[in-house]
């Protein structure tokens, strides 16, 4: 595995807003896009939500803190397929496999039975939610489940009293609530609200990143557990999270503290304790995320740390912040920055411009020249210059300050 923990994936429980029967399991790393792609507002999306008649999608409940892709791909189809998962023991499932009859296999060209799938209602997705929770292969994971819907908390939370023996089933670390706010809202006037406020980046762990190189770059690092001395370059060290507390242990000193002081003798891995130096409680998938991210994430740190460009604006500037006061109508110009289309002076009227001569008799013709009939020394100049190449059949008028004159024929 040479990538680090993900920031955020989850598993999610879909509903339609036309008919609540139709539901939807599925898995992502972001909630708002993945939404967006099951009502159609971007490609994507699955083929069983793709019915006009069925959209809009809502998401009415997310499991969160998932270790890796896989192991929410794993919660995934135990979550679409409890009849058939291992995950579940054959007598604590709560729905049985149908016959499904026979298919021809497509590579094999062999007949085989086919299980039918179950259909399930509402209660019954979120009774094998709570079935996986128990499940000794997710029950010890750093779930948390969130409900986006208020109708479908309290079919939860009237579930669990048909039973008492369900509410003590979940362990005390997977956190079960209700989110205020809708899933398919766009935020409230205050800030996002629903999914639109999930944190889907390592945004959070920038502060911890920049303590914990600090703490790493110290000329004598030492372990608060052992007091033997840490390797300079971060392998295998957790820093603690809570702020002003310099704690560094090796990651199998803390394991062992943590195993020793929990309550499940026979665990493998720790889900949390308290710091060594500060007391303060620790989550064990915190400290790894931190250290994953830290060894493995150049990327994703480089990309964290990145300073965003400014962006060049052209700054409007108002006349009455560049000309003076007595000539507002003015025009000025840097030296590198000439117009287009050189403008004459204006006359009395202040409406005329070279390329726009007045109807009256102020200009002749010679040999298709037009000039005026008293122009200025500049104009002057370039006038002639430009009659004594008339004759010629491409004129060029050359070492003249109007660049952007026109080629005259």
């Known amino acids: 595995m040479d990538k680090p923990i993900p920031a955020f994936y989850a598993c999610y429980l879909l509903r339609s807003t036309i008919r609540h029967a139709s539901l939807y399991v599925g898995s992502t790393p972001n909630p708002v896009r993945r939404l967006r792609q099951h009502n159609g507002e971007s490609k994507g999306g699955a083929v069983k939500t793709s019915k006009d008649s069925l959209r809009p999608w809502e998401i009415t409940c997310l499991v969160t803190g998932f270790p890796s892709k896989i192991a929410a791909l794993q919660f995934e189809w135990a979550w679409q397929h409890t009849h058939l998962t291992r995950h579940v023991s054959p007598n604590s499932r709560l729905s049985r496999a149908k016959d499904g009859g026979t298919r021809l296999s497509p590579k094999s060209g062999r007949l085989r039975k086919r299980p039918g799938k179950p259909r399930l209602c509402l209660t019954d997705r979120l009774a094998n939610l709570h079935l996986l929770l128990r499940s000794s292969s997710f029950e010890r994971w750093p779930l948390r489940v969130t ?8 079919i939860w939370q009237r579930w669990l009293k048909q039973d008492p023996a369900r509410d003590g089933g979940i ?3 997977i956190e079960v609530g209700l989110c205020e706010g809708s899933a398919s809202a766009t935020g409230a006037e205050d800030g996002p609200s629903g999914i639109q406020a999930l944190d889907v980046g390592y945004a959070a762990l920038k502060p911890r990143l920049e303590n914990s190189k600090v703490l790493l770059e110290a000329a004598e690092l030492c372990c608060t557990l052992c007091k033997a001395e840490l390797p300079g370059t971060g392998a295998g060290v957790l820093v603690c999270t809570h702020d002003g507390c310099r704690s560094t242990t090796h ?8 195993l020793a002081k929990g309550v499940d003798k026979a665990a493998l891995l720790p889900t949390q304790g308290n710091c060594a130096a500060c007391q303060g409680e620790l989550h064990w998938v915190d400290l790894v995320k931190e250290l994953s991210l830290r060894m493995r994430g150049e ?18 500037t108002s006349k009455a912040d560049v000309l003076p006061e007595d000539d507002e109508d003015e025009e000025v110009y840097e030296s590198d920055e000439l117009p287009d289309e050189l403008m004459l002076p204006e006359g009395e009227e202040g409406e005329a411009e070279w390329a726009q001569l007045p109807d009256t008799s102020d200009t002749e013709e010679h040999d298709g020249l037009v000039m005026r009939s008293e122009p200025n020394p500049m104009h002057r100049r370039k006038a002639a210059d430009v009659y004594a190449g008339a004759s010629k059949s491409e004129p060029v008028v050359e070492d003249s300050d109007w660049d952007d004159a026109d080629i005259l024929t």
């Open 299 to 316: 990327k994703e740190i480089e990309a964290l740390f990145k300073v965003p460009r400014a962006r060049k604006q052209k700054a409007a």
């Open 251 to 258: 990651l199998t000193c803390l394991a062992k503290r943590f």
């Open 171 to 173: 362990r005390d670390g």
């Open 147 to 154: 409900f986006y819907a208020e109708d479908v908390f309290k």
